[in-house]
């Protein structure tokens, strides 16, 4: 089984939030490249989900879309806002019967999985697992940047998932945490925001020299850095270049995978994720579930440009067909 | 993201008892209304007060206070909702430079972030 492709409609937010775009629009759209898995952020595209819930007819048109353009329900992305009441946190027990109201959902989208935000406390998820082993749905913890495999966080979730033992429990490694160059689009805006241009050549290159980000932070502050030019350093507290090969350890309970990029230039690549050594590595630990492009350069750009979604997800279900379609890592080696 | 969107292009009016624009939430979700912490207005450089604001949405309006507790509904991805002002004496015609700028309480970030958009709009004669 080879690895299959994928759109999360969050690409398509800048054109769904202006209106350019339907759902029946975001669904025919990636089909036509070959992406027959979608998945969505329950919340932004049905609305009233989830405070108000959702019509049958609503559910109902979602099937019938999937059903016309041949596609694939892949997951329903919560965010369950623990932070509902100002000034305390929502209870434990409220936590987990909000994450099952939201497997409910993801059965009725006919989802697989439903990503759980990295946040969330492994106990409520361990919780909330006997239910999604009922409705047949898996509970995966998005592994986000600044996160990563071997953070301690994500080692308790792990450890916690082995001993519920529920295989309704698992991982969505978003690609993001594998940034191995500062974004050229980053940098644009950032210059267009008012840092100066040495300095944003500087955390550049620190970037890719892989300097500990507080003495970037330090650095960019005695060069005279202030307000933006300190918040492009942040970033490097919030990014780095984690090592694909670190998910290996985790493909048993890795069910799904983001296709995150920020750029993809005309040539088919994405100038900072290492999509050839992602795929190499999925290959290698026999992955065959979705990657789902998640394109997140529009908020870096739309100052400036007019934002094209639809052409960026294009460029990137190419490249993700030559790097799946091409040889695998055992031909490679011989 | 969609900072340069939050306010409604054209949307200014007079009402009863001041103006109203509409306005977005600069975010890729919606956002139940209790965690709205402030939607701040200014005209023409001057701040509003906080209790001369409301937000309607579907034909249901709330005071920002009113907000804070309210648990049954949202504000959706890309939902333009009506911002009432109160003015007294109005707004006079013409064009006004409003600024906006909205507070959000949101579960996984470590900060509690306030976006802002600033438009001249016009109110008609």
């Known amino acids: ?334 | 993201m969609f900072d340069n969107k939050m306010i409604v292009e054209d949307s200014l009016k007079a009402t009863a008892d001041g103006f109203s624009i509409e306005a977005r939430l600069p975010y890729y979700r919606g956002l139940g209304l209790s965690m709205i912490e402030d939607v701040g207005v200014s005209v023409d450089g001057e701040p509003v007060p906080r209790e001369a604001v409301t937000l309607s949405l579907r034909g249901r309006t709330w005071t920002l206070d009113e907000m804070e507790t309210e648990y049954g509904d949202r504000w959706n991805f890309g939902e333009k909702a009506v911002v009432g002002v109160k003015v007294p004496g109005g707004l006079a015609p013409g064009e006004h430079r409003i600024g906006l700028s909205e507070r959000m309480r949101v579960s996984y970030l470590p900060f509690v972030p306030t976006a802002k958009d600033e438009k001249v709009l016009t109110l008609a004669e």
């Open chain 1, 1 to 334: 089984m080879a690895i299959k492709r994928g759109v999360s409609l969050y690409s398509y937010q800048h054109e769904t939030f202006t209106g350019k775009m339907t759902l029946e629009d975001c669904i025919r759209t990636s089909v036509a490249f070959g992406a027959r898995g979608i998945e969505v952020i329950g919340e932004q595209t049905f609305w009233g989900w989830p405070e108000v819930g959702v019509a049958d007819e609503k559910v109902a048109e979602w099937h019938s879309l999937i059903a016309k353009y041949n596609a694939v329900p892949v997951s329903h992305d919560f965010m369950l806002d623990y932070k509902r009441y100002k000034g305390r946190e929502m209870p434990f027990d409220e936590q987990v019967a909000s994450v099952k109201k939201d497997i409910d959902f993801g059965a009725r989208l006919g989802m697989s999985y439903v990503r759980a935000l990295v946040s969330i406390a492994p106990e409520v998820l361990v919780a909330a697992a006997p239910h999604a082993e009922e409705k047949g749905i898996k509970i995966l913890i998005e592994v986000h940047a600044p996160l990563h495999f071997d953070h301690p966080w994500i080692i308790r979730h792990a450890e916690a998932f082995e001993k519920a033992g529920s295989d309704a429990l698992g991982f969505l490694p978003d690609m993001g945490m594998f940034l191995f160059k500062f974004p050229p689009v980053w940098k644009a805006r950032f210059i267009r925001n008012g840092v100066p241009q040495h300095i944003a050549d500087y955390i550049v290159k620190a970037y890719e020299d892989r300097v500990l980000s507080e003495y970037v932070i330090l650095n960019v502050r005695e060069m005279g850095g202030s307000g933006p030019a300190l918040g492009m350093a942040e970033t490097l507290r919030h990014n780095a270049a984690y090592e694909p090969k670190r998910m290996l350890d985790y493909m048993h309970r890795i069910h799904h995978v983001h296709g995150k990029f920020y750029q993809m230039d005309e040539d088919l690549v994405e100038p900072c994720i290492p999509y050839d050594e992602i795929v190499r590595v999925l290959k290698q630990g026999n992955y065959n579930g979705y990657i789902c492009s998640e394109y997140e350069g529009n908020r870096w750009i739309e100052d400036a440009q007019e934002v094209d979604s639809v052409e960026q997800v294009r460029r990137q279900q190419a490249m993700l067909t030559q790097l799946i379609d091409g040889p695998n890592p055992t031909a490679m080696a011989a």
